[in-house]
Protein backbone atom coordinates (compact mmCIF):
# COMPACT_ATOMS: atom_id res chain seq x y z
CA UNK A 1 0.00 0.00 0.00
CA UNK A 2 2.35 2.56 1.16
CA UNK A 3 4.75 1.60 -2.34
CA UNK A 4 1.55 2.56 -4.34
CA UNK A 5 1.52 5.85 -2.69
CA UNK A 6 4.92 6.69 -3.13
CA UNK A 7 4.68 5.53 -7.10
CA UNK A 8 1.52 7.95 -7.72
CA UNK A 9 3.45 10.68 -5.92
CA UNK A 10 6.72 9.71 -8.72
CA UNK A 11 4.18 9.93 -11.46
CA UNK A 12 2.24 13.05 -10.64
CA UNK A 13 5.51 14.70 -10.01
CA UNK A 14 7.00 13.69 -13.42
CA UNK A 15 3.46 14.95 -14.77
CA UNK A 16 4.12 18.34 -13.33
CA UNK A 17 7.25 18.78 -14.80
CA UNK A 18 5.83 19.96 -18.42
CA UNK A 19 3.57 22.05 -16.73
CA UNK A 20 6.17 23.91 -14.81
CA UNK A 21 8.09 24.08 -18.21
CA UNK A 22 5.37 25.84 -20.04
CA UNK A 23 4.35 28.26 -17.40
CA UNK A 24 8.13 29.46 -16.79
CA UNK A 25 7.90 29.98 -20.71
CA UNK A 26 5.11 31.47 -20.70
CA UNK A 27 5.72 33.71 -18.20
CA UNK A 28 9.05 34.39 -20.04
CA UNK A 29 7.52 35.66 -23.31
CA UNK A 30 5.12 37.78 -21.67
CA UNK A 31 7.93 40.02 -20.29
CA UNK A 32 8.52 40.81 -24.17
CA UNK A 33 5.90 43.25 -24.95
CA UNK A 34 3.27 42.98 -27.74
CA UNK A 35 4.55 44.38 -30.91
CA UNK A 36 2.09 47.85 -31.10
CA UNK A 37 1.70 49.90 -34.62
CA UNK A 38 5.10 49.83 -37.21
CA UNK A 39 7.05 46.72 -36.10
CA UNK A 40 9.89 48.55 -37.19
CA UNK A 41 9.50 51.07 -34.05
CA UNK A 42 8.99 49.69 -30.50
CA UNK A 43 8.93 52.60 -28.49
CA UNK A 44 7.70 51.50 -24.89
CA UNK A 45 10.44 53.34 -23.01
CA UNK A 46 8.91 56.75 -24.52
CA UNK A 47 12.17 58.06 -25.17
CA UNK A 48 11.05 59.04 -29.26
CA UNK A 49 9.50 62.47 -30.48
CA UNK A 50 6.99 61.80 -32.87
CA UNK A 51 8.61 63.01 -35.82
CA UNK A 52 11.65 60.81 -35.01
CA UNK A 53 9.41 57.86 -35.53
CA UNK A 54 7.86 59.06 -38.64
CA UNK A 55 11.40 59.12 -40.19
CA UNK A 56 12.77 55.55 -38.72
CA UNK A 57 9.34 54.25 -39.69
CA UNK A 58 9.70 55.79 -43.12
CA UNK A 59 13.09 54.15 -43.39
CA UNK A 60 12.10 50.74 -42.05
CA UNK A 61 8.96 50.38 -44.29
CA UNK A 62 11.30 51.48 -47.64
CA UNK A 63 13.97 48.74 -46.55
CA UNK A 64 11.29 46.43 -45.55
CA UNK A 65 9.62 46.46 -48.99
CA UNK A 66 12.22 46.86 -51.37
CA UNK A 67 14.48 43.88 -49.90
CA UNK A 68 12.28 41.98 -47.40
CA UNK A 69 14.34 43.16 -44.62
CA UNK A 70 13.26 44.42 -41.50
CA UNK A 71 15.32 46.79 -39.22
CA UNK A 72 13.24 47.19 -35.62
CA UNK A 73 13.86 49.03 -32.66
CA UNK A 74 12.72 47.96 -29.68
CA UNK A 75 13.14 50.22 -26.16
CA UNK A 76 11.79 49.47 -22.61
CA UNK A 77 11.99 50.49 -18.96
CA UNK A 78 13.77 47.47 -17.78
CA UNK A 79 15.19 43.99 -18.76
CA UNK A 80 13.61 42.54 -15.53
CA UNK A 81 16.78 40.91 -14.23
CA UNK A 82 16.65 38.87 -17.70
CA UNK A 83 20.44 39.19 -19.53
CA UNK A 84 20.16 41.49 -22.76
CA UNK A 85 21.25 39.10 -24.84
CA UNK A 86 18.44 36.38 -23.79
CA UNK A 87 16.33 39.23 -24.02
CA UNK A 88 16.89 40.50 -27.18
CA UNK A 89 16.88 36.61 -28.87
CA UNK A 90 13.30 36.47 -26.99
CA UNK A 91 11.72 39.88 -28.58
CA UNK A 92 13.61 38.89 -31.93
CA UNK A 93 11.50 35.57 -32.60
CA UNK A 94 8.20 37.02 -31.08
CA UNK A 95 8.69 39.91 -33.54
CA UNK A 96 9.23 37.37 -36.30
CA UNK A 97 11.46 40.10 -37.89
CA UNK A 98 12.66 39.39 -41.90
CA UNK A 99 11.76 37.27 -44.64
CA UNK A 100 11.12 33.45 -43.55
CA UNK A 101 13.57 32.19 -46.01
CA UNK A 102 15.87 34.93 -46.20
CA UNK A 103 16.07 35.36 -42.20
CA UNK A 104 17.23 38.83 -42.33
CA UNK A 105 15.86 40.89 -39.66
CA UNK A 106 17.45 43.20 -37.44
CA UNK A 107 16.52 44.20 -33.37
CA UNK A 108 18.60 47.28 -31.92
CA UNK A 109 17.24 47.02 -28.13
CA UNK A 110 17.45 49.76 -25.62
CA UNK A 111 16.54 49.12 -21.80
CA UNK A 112 17.04 52.74 -19.95
CA UNK A 113 17.07 51.72 -16.29
CA UNK A 114 19.65 48.66 -17.12
CA UNK A 115 21.52 51.38 -19.33
CA UNK A 116 22.09 48.06 -21.65
CA UNK A 117 22.22 48.27 -25.48
CA UNK A 118 21.79 45.36 -27.93
CA UNK A 119 22.01 43.87 -31.47
CA UNK A 120 20.15 40.81 -32.40
CA UNK A 121 20.81 40.24 -36.16
CA UNK A 122 19.02 37.63 -38.28
CA UNK A 123 20.97 34.76 -39.68
CA UNK A 124 20.97 36.01 -43.28
CA UNK A 125 22.57 38.98 -42.31
CA UNK A 126 24.98 37.31 -40.34
CA UNK A 127 27.69 38.12 -42.77
CA UNK A 128 26.93 41.72 -43.25
CA UNK A 129 27.02 42.30 -39.59
CA UNK A 130 29.65 39.94 -37.80
CA UNK A 131 30.18 40.15 -33.64
CA UNK A 132 33.44 42.88 -34.56
CA UNK A 133 31.17 44.92 -37.16
CA UNK A 134 28.39 45.02 -34.72
CA UNK A 135 30.86 46.28 -32.07
CA UNK A 136 32.16 48.69 -34.02
CA UNK A 137 28.96 50.59 -34.93
CA UNK A 138 28.25 50.59 -31.10
CA UNK A 139 31.06 52.34 -30.36
CA UNK A 140 31.22 54.89 -32.98
CA UNK A 141 27.34 55.11 -33.60
CA UNK A 142 26.17 54.53 -30.03
CA UNK A 143 28.06 54.59 -26.75
CA UNK A 144 29.42 57.89 -27.68
CA UNK A 145 25.45 59.43 -27.45
CA UNK A 146 24.61 57.22 -24.89
CA UNK A 147 27.87 58.37 -21.99
CA UNK A 148 26.23 61.81 -22.39
CA UNK A 149 22.41 59.95 -22.07
CA UNK A 150 21.26 61.05 -25.29
CA UNK A 151 19.11 58.06 -25.93
CA UNK A 152 16.90 59.70 -28.60
CA UNK A 153 20.13 60.55 -30.88
CA UNK A 154 22.16 57.61 -29.95
CA UNK A 155 19.10 55.36 -31.52
CA UNK A 156 18.09 57.24 -34.50
CA UNK A 157 21.87 57.13 -35.63
CA UNK A 158 21.98 53.80 -34.83
CA UNK A 159 19.10 53.13 -36.74
CA UNK A 160 20.10 54.69 -39.33
CA UNK A 161 23.70 53.79 -39.63
CA UNK A 162 22.16 49.54 -39.93
CA UNK A 163 19.86 51.33 -42.61
CA UNK A 164 22.82 52.37 -44.68
CA UNK A 165 24.73 48.87 -44.38
CA UNK A 166 22.04 46.87 -45.46
CA UNK A 167 20.94 49.30 -48.21
CA UNK A 168 25.10 48.72 -49.29
CA UNK A 169 24.10 45.43 -49.46
CA UNK A 170 21.11 45.03 -51.66
CA UNK A 171 22.45 47.73 -53.69
CA UNK A 172 19.95 50.30 -52.80
CA UNK A 173 20.48 54.28 -53.07
CA UNK A 174 18.52 55.76 -50.47
CA UNK A 175 20.82 56.33 -47.12
CA UNK A 176 20.22 58.04 -43.96
CA UNK A 177 22.27 60.49 -42.10
CA UNK A 178 23.96 58.80 -39.61
CA UNK A 179 26.98 60.69 -37.51
CA UNK A 180 29.97 58.26 -36.61
CA UNK A 181 33.00 58.82 -35.00
CA UNK A 182 35.91 56.96 -32.53
CA UNK A 183 34.80 56.55 -29.48
CA UNK A 184 36.01 58.84 -26.84
CA UNK A 185 36.83 61.57 -29.59
CA UNK A 186 37.73 64.87 -28.54
CA UNK A 187 39.44 63.88 -25.59
CA UNK A 188 39.50 60.67 -22.44
CA UNK A 189 36.40 59.95 -21.12
CA UNK A 190 35.97 60.00 -17.08
CA UNK A 191 35.79 56.15 -17.33
CA UNK A 192 39.51 55.83 -19.54
CA UNK A 193 40.85 58.17 -17.03
CA UNK A 194 39.50 56.26 -13.70
CA UNK A 195 40.79 53.46 -15.09
CA UNK A 196 44.57 54.14 -16.05
CA UNK A 197 45.09 55.61 -12.53
CA UNK A 198 43.78 52.66 -11.32
CA UNK A 199 46.15 50.76 -13.25
CA UNK A 200 49.22 52.86 -12.59
CA UNK A 201 48.43 53.09 -8.93
CA UNK A 202 48.40 49.16 -9.04
CA UNK A 203 51.47 49.30 -10.59
CA UNK A 204 53.14 51.83 -8.06
CA UNK A 205 51.83 50.08 -5.19
CA UNK A 206 53.35 46.51 -6.30
CA UNK A 207 56.67 47.99 -7.29
CA UNK A 208 57.17 49.13 -4.06
CA UNK A 209 56.04 46.01 -2.31
CA UNK A 210 58.05 43.57 -4.03
CA UNK A 211 61.03 45.51 -5.68
CA UNK A 212 61.36 48.20 -3.61
CA UNK A 213 59.99 51.23 -6.08
CA UNK A 214 63.14 49.84 -8.48
CA UNK A 215 60.73 50.06 -11.63
CA UNK A 216 58.90 53.78 -10.59
CA UNK A 217 62.67 54.99 -10.02
CA UNK A 218 63.72 53.74 -13.47
CA UNK A 219 61.02 55.30 -14.95
CA UNK A 220 61.54 58.74 -13.31
CA UNK A 221 65.19 58.61 -14.33
CA UNK A 222 64.16 57.76 -18.13
CA UNK A 223 61.58 60.82 -17.72
CA UNK A 224 63.90 63.04 -16.22
CA UNK A 225 66.94 62.72 -18.16
CA UNK A 226 66.48 65.54 -20.55
CA UNK A 227 66.27 67.58 -18.31
CA UNK A 228 69.50 66.94 -16.56
CA UNK A 229 70.88 67.14 -19.94
CA UNK A 230 69.58 70.61 -20.80
CA UNK A 231 71.10 71.91 -17.26
CA UNK A 232 74.50 70.11 -17.50
CA UNK A 233 74.98 71.55 -20.81
CA UNK A 234 73.74 75.28 -19.76
CA UNK A 235 76.27 74.75 -16.59
CA UNK A 236 78.99 73.57 -19.00
CA UNK A 237 78.10 76.67 -21.62
CA UNK A 238 77.97 79.38 -18.25
CA UNK A 239 81.62 77.70 -17.43
CA UNK A 240 83.00 77.91 -20.54
CA UNK A 241 81.96 82.05 -21.00
CA UNK A 242 83.54 82.84 -17.66
CA UNK A 243 86.32 81.23 -18.37
CA UNK A 244 86.48 82.75 -22.04
CA UNK A 245 85.73 86.52 -20.03
CA UNK A 246 88.38 85.93 -17.51
CA UNK A 247 91.24 84.92 -20.43
CA UNK A 248 90.13 88.07 -22.56
CA UNK A 249 90.96 90.51 -18.92
CA UNK A 250 94.33 88.68 -18.52
CA UNK A 251 95.16 89.41 -22.15
CA UNK A 252 94.15 93.31 -21.52
CA UNK A 253 95.99 93.67 -18.65
CA UNK A 254 98.90 92.44 -20.05
CA UNK A 255 99.40 94.89 -23.06
CA UNK A 256 98.46 97.27 -20.48
CA UNK A 257 101.59 96.61 -19.24
CA UNK A 258 103.58 96.30 -21.96
CA UNK A 259 102.50 99.63 -22.62
Not at 23 to 51: M, N, R, T
Not at 133 to 139: A, K, M, Q, S, Y
Request: hydrophobic fraction near 40%; glycine fraction near 8%; charge should be positive.
Amino acid sequence: MKGNVIMKKWIYGILLIPLVFLSFQKVSAEDIPKPSGDIYIQDFADLLPKKVKKEMAELGTYLDEQTGAQLSVLTVPSLQNTPVQDYAEKAFREYKLGDKDKQNGILLLLAVQDRKIYIEVGKGLEATFPPGRIGEILDAYTLPFLEKDNFQVAISNTYNQLFNEIAIKYELDKRASAKGYEYGQGGFSLLTILIFMFVFLGVVFLDFKFLGGALCFALLRILTSPLRRRKKKKQQGGTSSHDQAKKVKVRESRVENRN
